[in-house]
């Protein structure tokens, strides 16, 4: 689900709260090496994100929040502000030519240029807490052996 989170909204923020989980304490954040990605360029959005980019020629930036149970994708357009919750088991993820984020039928890509790599330690770490939240949601153990 995608918010205007330009002004605060109690509805959006608990919501919000609802699918990713709350945000992690000062302490947490430091533990984890940081909860938040520098800023990104983006490349390309799916039709249905199309309204909340900028229509003229600017560069549309992005960055990545980690929650709890999810990640926050924010994207500022102008002076409005927009948040995409997204919940880890949604979170699809593609490493190609860009660095794409697909989920609720909708992807955001961004460019592959020197913001992306500044980001790639933060990327992996995203990675492997998707990878990490997958495994308490095992519906087979991979333990034993037939």
Do not use: C
């Amino acid at each position: 689900m995608i918010f205007n989170t330009t002004h605060t909204n109690k509805e959006a923020k608990a919501t919000i709260n609802d699918l990713v989980g709350d945000s992690y304490s000062f302490f947490e954040s430091i533990k984890m090496k940081g909860v938040g990605s520098k800023r990104m360029v983006i490349e390309d959005v799916s039709i249905g994100f199309k309204n909340i980019l900028n229509s003229v020629a600017d560069i549309n930036y992005g960055n990545i929040e980690i929650r709890k149970k999810g990640i926050l994708v924010h994207i500022a357009k102008g002076h409005k502000n927009y948040s995409w919750a997204i919940p880890f088991y949604q979170l699809h993820i593609y490493n190609t030519n860009s660095y794409s984020i697909h989920a609720q039928g909708n992807f955001i890509r961004f460019k592959n240029n020197k913001f992306l790599k500044e980001n790639k330690k933060f990327l992996d770490r995203l990675l492997d807490l998707k990878i990490k939240n997958e495994e308490n949601y095992s519906f087979y153990d991979t333990e034993k052996q037939i």
